[in-house]
């Protein structure tokens, strides 16, 4: 939504309920409990897709997970056999919202943690699932399970991921639908010194924070992995492609190529998101063939920075679990489940 400046505006009024160890809130970590309603199209789903597969806790939280295209009501499980979901028996993903709050008026959004149980959400914190899927969820985490959220790093983390948020992960969609050439211009300017910056960055570093994968990974490639086939078109954000940024481009190669992470993704679900439910930028609802996805295969040439990916201890998640391998024909990268 946009403001009077034409400049747009997230709603990030959350539903902050956390799953926790004490159960504080309500709803204690347990496993087999809880469903994560997510989305292939939507980035901020992809980072908990992506942090349950690192943590091992795909054999946990199960996932239910929504097509790509959807109305102004809400995301549906239009994947499932009848287009409802096998375990909370649900078409709409608004009514395990509604079952918990009646009279809820702001947006349905991935990714969602339900109560199997209840069938009520629990949370779409996105920004604190995460975090939680590191720290409250440790008891059921894999052997060798990576520690992305360190401590004596988190200081500094959490400044980075909070300035990429603004101006990356959000400052896309603040091209896209801005409203107004002032509101555009401000923000393309901002995402490009950001990304210039990153750029920068990762010149000396193999990830964000150094040798690692780290939260700060997580949080920023899903942004760069939809770059040249959505942001970069739909949303103006045509400065460069991703492919012309030799550190970022690298660097997301890398990551796309790593357990976890490419694995997670569809483009034929991602461009059919962007560029059907968002017919005020696209009216049309022409959904590009291109760009070749090729180029993500090819060698990532950062083997000369100093690597320790899953830091000491850890290793590479096992594949993903059949039932949630991503349809060979939408991605250039071939997995077996197991």
Known sequence: MADKSGSYKRDTNYIQTRITRDGEDGYPVEAHRYRLAAARACPWANRALIARRLYGLDDVISVAMAGPTH??????????????????????????????????????????????????????????????????????????????????????????????????????YKCGFATSQEAYDKAYDELWSALDQIEKRLETRRYLMGPSISEADVRLYPTLVRFDAVYHGHFKCNRQKLDELPNLWGYARELFQTPGFGDTNDFVQIKEHYYIVHTDVNPTGIVPKGPALDGWLTPHGRDHLEANTWGDGGTPPPPPLKAEVVDPANTPLHVEGR
């Open 71 to 172: 109305d102004e009501r809400s995301w549906t499980f239009d994947l499932d056999p009848g287009g409802v979901d096998p375990v909370l028996g649900i078409h709409f993903l608004r009514d395990a919202y509604t079952k918990r709050f009646p009279n809820y008026e702001r947006g349905i959004t991935v990714p969602a943690i339900v109560d199997e149980r209840t069938g009520e959400v629990v949370t779409n914190d996105f920004n604190q699932m995460t975090l939680d899927f590191g720290t409250e969820w440790k008891e059921f985490h894999r052997a060798g399970a990576p520690d992305l959220y360190p401590e004596a790093q988190r200081e500094e983390m959490d400044e980075l991921m909070e300035f990429v948020f603004h101006t990356v992960n959000n400052g896309v």
